[in-house]
């Protein structure tokens, strides 16, 4: 019988890859989503419910309905200049609604649960690259959220037996253009989408800060392609179906590109020139991310296969010429 994993905010960017994956790994996937950046989702392989995460109504109809073996969590806010401005929808999406969640999903007896992480609970580096025992510091509200349910999951298990595996992204990029996957975020916010459709439609990409302590001085980041990052969420949760016990891990390259250097690469692969304005800093950016990988590498077995930054644009800009009309943007005009 197929193991049933419900995903939060499964129809969304990560959360719909790493669904795709589940469903070809033989589980059966059942979606929560509640579909708020207009994207379209119409896979034959998921049972999609628009709803809230924390609609405590529908989730009684869904742990009735379905033996549910695990939850993976994707339906956090992300975007970390608005959780400056705007904190308090954050902590009530991001942290309450979170901990009512697995309040209710331990009271159905399901133990073991996949979260989505960031990078974002270190704040500023102290030492590159990263790995999972540099301090906590995180500058914005964002990164406090994801630090708070770190502390929560701790708890969890030592007090209820939670199984859970906690993922601290660095910068997810890239998409799945031949199963028709990638970003639909309206309005988008993310740097590699917004670049290729500044250069193929004309318009002006602005860079937010030239002043970091950077050797260029725009910001560094390390970029994992999506198929990369989904991949280890299907091993964290194998890794706990067969007795691991709750962990966390970085997930990421090990690599790091400057905004400059992504801007350069950005014109190759569309072969067009970009207009640029530079800009202020944005709130809650940091100098630069790049990740201490080994931890997953050697408890997980992952093993990165499409993060080559060749492949992460390729994949991103044919995903946006062939679905321009699901992100909203045409990119022919």
């Known amino acids: 019988m197929k193991k049933t994993i419900l995903i939060l905010g499964g129809a969304g960017y990560i959360g719909s890859h790493s669904a795709y994956l589940l469903y070809k790994r033989g589980y059966e996937v059942l979606i929560i989503d509640k579909l708020i950046h ?17 609609d405590e109504k529908v989730l009684n109809q869904i742990f009735d309905k379905y033996k549910i073996d695990a939850v993976m969590h994707f339906a956090a806010f ?3 200049g608005i959780s400056v401005k705007k904190p308090a929808n954050f902590y009530e999406n991001n942290v309450i609604k979170t901990i009512n969640f697995l309040d209710f999903m331990l009271s159905r007896g399901v133990k073991k649960f996949i979260f989505s992480s960031s990078c974002a609970i ?7 690259p990263m790995n999972e025992k540099h301090p906590f510091d995180p500058i914005s509200p964002y990164g406090k959220n994801k630090l708070v349910i770190e502390f929560v999951l701790q708890d969890y298990a030592k007090a209820y037996d939670l199984k859970y595996v906690s ?12 199963n028709n996957l990638g970003e639909q975020h309206n309005p988008e916010t993310h740097i590699i989408p917004l670049m290729l459709r500044a250069i193929k ?3 002006t990409f602005k860079i937010f800060g030239t002043d970091y ?11 994992i392609h999506v198929l990369d990052l989904a991949l280890a969420h299907i091993l964290g949760l194998e890794y706990l179906n067969s007795g691991g016990k709750s962990d966390y891990f970085n997930l990421g390259t090990g690599k790091g590109y400057s905004v400059k250097e992504m801007i350069n690469m950005a014109q190759n692969v569309v072969g067009k020139k970009m207009n ?6 944005r709130l809650g950016d940091v100098d630069t991310l790049i990740a201490d990988n080994k931890k997953i590498k050697a408890i997980l077995g992952w093993i990165p296969k499409y993060s080559d930054l060749n492949n992460i644009l390729n994949t991103a800009f044919l995903w946006e010429n062939i679905n321009y009309e699901g992100v909203g943007i045409h990119l022919d005009k």
């Open 167 to 178: 993922l601290r992204y660095f910068n997810a990029a890239g998409a799945d253009p031949e």
């Open 78 to 80: 992300i975007e970390v």
């Open 213 to 223: 302590n950077t050797p260029d001085g725009t910001c560094v980041r390390d970029y």
């Open 38 to 54: 207009g994207q379209n989702f119409d896979h034959k392989w998921a049972t999609v419910i628009k709803a809230d995460f924390a």
């Open 201 to 203: 439609n004309n318009k």
């Open 276 to 281: 640029i304005q530079v800009c202020e800093r």
């Open 122 to 128: 270190y704040g500023n580096p102290i030492k590159v």
